[in-house]
C-alpha cells in the first residue's frame, strides 16, 4: 500500500470500492485495488471543490453596488488575465478569458496546497502538469482550426513549398516539444520547492523555514503565471491572422 494522505485515505475509505470497479470497467487494473485513488488525484478533487465551493459562494453574492472581498479578489485577478491576453493575443482575446482564469485558478491553488500541513501540491507530480500542458495544446489548436480552418495546417508547412516536408517534421517536434517544456518548468520547480521547504521544516522546525515558505509562495505564484502566459503565446500565434 502506497503512503497516503488523510484526505486521500478519506476518499479511498468511501470510494475505492465503485473507482476500482469503473476502472476495470475501463480494463485499467489499478495497482492497488484497496487504494485506487492516488494523492495526487486527492489533491486535484480537493482544488476542484474548493474552488467549486468558491464559485457558488461568489455567484451568491455578487453586487454591482456593495461587492465584497471574495469578489473584488477575483475581479481583479479577471481583469489583470483578460489585460495580458490582450497583451499577447491582441483584439477579441475576451473569449479565451474564462479558460485562462480556469487554468491559473487550477495551477495556483494546486501549486500553494503544499504550503499547508498534511497536503501536498498535486503539480509536484509529473502526471497533472503534464495534464495542464495536454489540455493547453489541444486548446490552443483547437482554436487554430476555428479561427482558420484547414488553412491552420499552412502554419506547418514553412514560409516556401520545397521546405515544406522538412518544416513539417520540425513544426511537429516543435509543437510537442512546448507540451514537454510546460510540464518539466512546472513539475521541477514545485516538486522542488516542496523538497526543500519540508526538508529545512524537518530540520530546523521554527524561524528559517519561514523564508523558504515564502520563497515557495513566489515560486507558486510566478509558475502559474508563466504557464498561462505562455499558454496565451501559443494561442496568439495559432489565431494569428497571418501564418
Known sequence: MPEQLWFTALLNHYLAGPVTSLLRAAHVEPKFPQAPITNAVAMEVLVFGF???????????????RPGGLQHIF?????????????????HSERFTP???ALTLFILLSNLLGLIPGFESPTGVAVVPLGCAVLAFF???????RKHGIG??????GPVWWLAPLMI???????LA?????????YANMFAGDMVTWVWFSLIPFGVPIVFLGLHTFVAFLQAYIFVLLTM???AGAVAVEH
Open 51 to 65: 474552488l467549486l465551493l468558491l464559485f457558488v459562494i461568489l455567484r451568491f453574492r455578487l453586487s454591482a453596488d
Open 75 to 91: 475581479e481583479g485577478l479577471h481583469n489583470f488575465t483578460q489585460g495580458q491576453s490582450a497583451d499577447v493575443i491582441g483584439p
Open 99 to 101: 479558460f485562462l482564469m
Open 139 to 145: 486548446y490552443y489548436h483547437f482554436h487554430g482550426f
Open 152 to 157: 491552420y495546417l499552412k502554419q506547418f508547412l
Open 169 to 175: 517534421i520540425v513544426e511537429i517536434f516543435s509543437h
Open 178 to 186: 512546448r507540451v514537454l517544456s510546460l510540464t518539466a518548468r512546472l
Open 233 to 235: 503565446a501559443y494561442l
